[in-house]
T-cell receptor, first 114, second 110 residues
């Protein structure tokens, strides 16, 4: 079945540093990927839609300069949290659309900024 | 108005009972609807998808969709303690992105 690999699964970084999260579709090409953020006991909030070869579309209230998204190939999208602060600590999840329209989620990345 | 609304619960049912989870959505043009189960600290896993009005059954799970009322539900029959999780309603909007409800926390008591 379709698999989306997300890495790292867990990261702790110091305040002010940047963190890159990778999302790879392993056995299918994903022209569109989505990035979500989830705070404890809250639902998944869509941050941005990542389109291969073009700029990402960000949801209202999401800072594009802080959350840099790159989708340079059909199998890889990256989310970079720049100058991370403790309030950026969250669970970040990517998903990709498979050819027939189904969605597959990555395993998520737990980011802790100290 | 939130795009996808769910009762956050918590919903508690005894083992063997039917658990009923409800969801409403605001985008009348939505065509695809999903129920995901999420355990704490894990990614959501797909339980059911439904695209047409009516009922869709898969094992102990039944999804119900009423587009006129903009309402989708999930019934879990013969609930088991292992069903205890947060259930997320998701809707694909006209932009082709997936929007989630806040989730309903279900506890099945042995």
């Amino acid at each position: 079945g379709a698999v989306v690999s997300q890495h790292p699964s867990r990261v702790i970084c110091k305040s002010g540093t940047s963190v890159k999260i990778e999302c790879r579709s392993l056995d299918f090409q994903a022209t569109t990927m989505f990035w979500y953020r989830q705070f404890p006991k809250k639902s998944l909030m869509l941050m941005a839609t990542s389109n291969e070869g073009s700029k990402a579309t960000y949801e209202q209230g999401v800072e594009k300069d802080k959350f840099l998204i790159n989708h340079a190939s059909l199998t890889l999208s990256t989310l970079t949290v720049t100058s991370a602060h403790p309030e950026d600590s969250s669970f970040y999840i990517c998903s990709a659309i498979r050819g027939y329209g189904g969605y597959t989620f990555g395993s998520g990345t737990r980011l802790t900024v100290v | 108005q939130k795009e996808v609304e769910q009762n956050s619960g918590p919903l508690s049912v005894p083992e063997g009972a039917i658990a009923s989870l409800n969801c409403t959505y605001s985008d009348r043009g939505s065509q695809s609807f999903f129920w995901y189960r999420q355990y704490s600290g894990k990614s959501p896993e797909l339980i059911m998808s439904i695209y047409s009005n009516g009922d869709k059954e898969d094992g102990r799970f039944t999804a119900q969709l009423n587009k006129a009322s903009q309402y989708v539900s999930l019934l879990i029959r013969d609930s088991q303690p292992s069903d205890s999780a947060t259930y997320l309603c998701a809707v694909i909007s006209n932009n082709n992105d997936m929007r989630f409800g806040a989730g309903t926390r279900l506890t099945v008591k042995p």
